[in-house]
Every structure is written in structure tokens, then in C-alpha cells.
């Protein structure tokens, strides 16, 4: 389990915890203790969708990370190509007659 889904099941069980305490409690709890129920609720459903994801994620990288290994391995560097001042007269030329 990753970090996340250790703190998102302890958020979960520690406001379950709290809201049966509120639910079952006496008459000298407090209510609002009580939302601690559809806390846990919300946080356990994270939990669950983190875990379901964390396969998941895991081939995301792995097929990302070979994707860009096979474009590292078939990349070619950069050319300091540049054309001659011979060939962009005629254009500059055309340009200057268009602009006139």
C-alpha cells in the first residue's frame, strides 16, 4: 500500500471510530460527532478507488517509461542546419516588391 492509501484507511476507521461514538453515545454526546460516520464513509470509498488505481498507475509507468527510452534510443540530435543567404534573396527580394 502506498502512504496514500494508509492515510486515507486511517482517516476512514479514526472517523468511524468518532461517529459511532456520536451515534451510539449517550445523551451527554455531542451530535455533531456524529458526521463522522459519512466522513468515513467518503474517505473509505477514496481509499478503495486509490487501491483499485494503484495497479493501475503502476503500468502507466512502466509502459510511459519504455516509450520514452524508445524515443530517447531513435532520437536524433538536432541539426544546425541553416540555409544559404543566396537561396532567401529571391524571397526577400519578392517580399520587399510585395510590400511596395
Same mark, same amino acid.
Given at each position: 500500500? $502506498? =502512504?496514500? $492509501? =494508509?492515510?486515507?484507511?486511517? %482517516?476512514?476507521?479514526?472517523?468511524?471510530?468518532?461517529?459511532?461514538?456520536?451515534?451510539?453515545?449517550?445523551?451527554? %454526546?455531542?451530535?455533531?460527532? $456524529?458526521?463522522?460516520?459519512?466522513?468515513?464513509?467518503?474517505?473509505?470509498?477514496?481509499?478503495?478507488?486509490?487501491?483499485?488505481?494503484?495497479?493501475?498507475?503502476? =503500468?502507466?509507468?512502466?509502459?510511459?517509461?519504455?516509450?520514452?527510452?524508445?524515443?530517447?534510443?531513435?532520437?536524433?540530435?538536432? $541539426?544546425?542546419?541553416?540555409?544559404?543567404?543566396?537561396?532567401?534573396?529571391?524571397?526577400?527580394?519578392?517580399?520587399?516588391?510585395?510590400?511596395?
Amino acid at each position: 500500500m $502506498s =502512504k496514500l $492509501s =494508509k492515510r486515507l484507511l486511517a %482517516v476512514s476507521l479514526v472517523a468511524f471510530a468518532i461517529g459511532f461514538v456520536g451515534v451510539c453515545g449517550g445523551p451527554g %454526546v455531542p451530535m455533531v460527532l $456524529s458526521v463522522g460516520m459519512p466522513a468515513g464513509a467518503i474517505f473509505l470509498g477514496l481509499f478503495m478507488v486509490a487501491r483499485i488505481l494503484q495497479t493501475e498507475m503502476a =503500468k502507466y509507468d512502466e509502459e510511459e517509461d519504455a516509450r520514452l527510452a524508445l524515443a530517447r534510443r531513435y532520437a536524433t540530435a538536432p $541539426s544546425n542546419w541553416q540555409p544559404a543567404a543566396s537561396s532567401r534573396a529571391p524571397v526577400v527580394a519578392t517580399l520587399a516588391a510585395l510590400r511596395r
